[in-house]
């Protein structure tokens, strides 16, 4: 219910009231009409507000959940936790308002509420400790031109954050994506011995930096300048600078042609100041990284049949002349149709690899000199429910980790789970 509607509710209430109780009902002198915006003033403060006279105010967002059960090849258990930050259950407050014909400015404040992030579990059930956080995931303020295009200024994504991931369009980019949101933290463990490796985890093939595992690199919001470009025949751009420093810029493109839908998005970022944003513990010597990321999304509309795949460049120069480099290659490949009156119906079958020249020295998973190689197998179901703006989920996955790392160690036990989780948009 919106403030006016409130206050004319309230007001008729109020007058009713008076009309009723009094013998005078023509009688509306005295302090009486003050009485009356006092008490609507209180009832209004007490309720949401739908901006003010000029600036709009939408609240947005979902809550997601899921069960996970996992076997290490050594222990198995099951775990109820959030889907990881940056995906996680969150509610979001934008506006904007119009400065002059084709110019507006507005903002974003993006709070992410997650109970139990997904990127923490473990064998142990919960590293880094805490059981969950309630912070600003984005918070930024902008202006906008029709022609000219968009500029923003604060903590939000930048040019680069989950650019080949978003152009997905399956229905099915939550559960089944090319990031380590559900293994991030799990150990690996040795196939002789049955012991966890001390150091290793399997979100940390790749040395994906800058936020991130496996896929999306610099996938954490930040501090940035931002700018974004009007659509011109499908095609836009954005660039982003952050503080000491990092920049990047991305290209994207999107239609339909002859019953086809076709997505692509590619970016390429730079992180070349000393521990930026903190990632690296080494302080002064953190390596210059530079991400490289391209995805792509065919869908052929009258069937339903669609293909996505995404692929990532990480490298790493440190001071010293040493280098790691990593690549990462994701393909997802399924049918989406409505074969119910709920909703759409997706079916999908994924593969991932990620391979990495580890000539750092102790980072990565193993140690210097030692090449590493990851795995990742699955397929799935999504189920969405147009009536609830729902989208439920039933997926499998096989991880296992090879190359001369593996075998320098006498083996990697392969880690596999199942998950059924939920996603409610409001």
């Known amino acids: 219910m919106n403030k006016l509607s409130l206050s004319a509710l309230a007001a008729a209430g109020l007058l009713a009231g008076s009309l009723a109780t009094s013998a005078n009902a023509a009688d509306l002198g005295g302090n009486c009409c003050a009485d009356l915006e006092e008490r609507v003033a209180e009832l209004e403060a007490t309720t949401a507000r739908k901006g003010n006279r000029k600036v709009s105010l939408t609240v947005s967002g979902w809550v997601g959940q899921q069960i996970m059960a996992w076997d290490d090849g050594f222990e198995s258990n099951q775990y109820v936790g959030d889907l990881g930050a940056t995906l996680g259950s969150h509610v979001k407050f934008t506006g904007q308002a119009t400065i002059a014909p084709g110019w507006s400015a507005g903002y974003v404040l993006h709070i992410e509420a997650i109970n139990n992030d997904s990127l923490l579990l473990n064998q142990d059930y919960q590293s880094g400790g805490g059981w969950g956080r309630f ?39 939550v559960p089944a994506n090319w990031v380590a949101f559900d293994v991030n933290s799990f150990g690996m463990r040795n196939s002789t011995t049955g012991v966890l490796m001390a150091g290793t985890a399997w979100g940390g093939v790749g040395a994906c930096t800058g936020g991130g595992a ?148 102790a980072f990565g998973v193993f140690a210097q000199g030692l090449d590493e190689d990851l795995d990742v197998w699955g397929l799935g179901i999504v189920q969405e429910i147009d009536a609830a703006a729902m989208s439920l989920w039933l997926s499998y996955r096989h991880l296992s980790y090879d190359g001369n790392v593996a075998t320098a160690v006498g083996g990697v036990d392969d880690f596999q789970y199942v998950k059924a989780g939920a996603l409610i948009n409001f």
């Open 135 to 173: 912070i600003p995931l984005q918070s930024y303020w902008f202006i906008k031109s029709d022609h000219w295009g968009k500029i923003g200024v604060g903590r939000q994504s930048q040019a680069s954050d989950n650019t080949a991931i978003l152009v997905d369009g399956s229905g099915s980019l």
């Open 214 to 361: 496996w896929g999306d690199c610099n996938g954490l919001t930040q501090n940035v300048v931002r700018y974004d470009s009007p659509t011109f025949g499908g095609f836009s751009a954005s660039a982003s600078w952050g503080e000491d420093d990092m920049w990047d810029v991305a290209l994207r493109y999107a239609g339909e042609h002859h019953g086809f839908k076709f997505a692509v998005a590619a970016a390429y970022n730079e992180i070349t100041g000393n521990g930026f944003p903190n990632w690296w513990a080494g302080g002064a010597n953190a390596p210059e990284t530079q991400y490289f990321q391209i995805g792509a999304y065919l869908q052929h509309i009258p069937t339903g049949l669609f293909v996505y795949g995404a692929y990532g460049n990480n490298e790493l120069d440190f001071a010293n002349g040493l280098t790691y480099e990593s690549d990462t290659y994701y393909i997802k490949a399924g049918l989406r149709r409505n074969l119910n009156p709920l909703g759409a119906t997706v079916f999908y079958g994924e593969y991932l690899n990620v391979s990495g020249d580890n000539g750092a020295g």
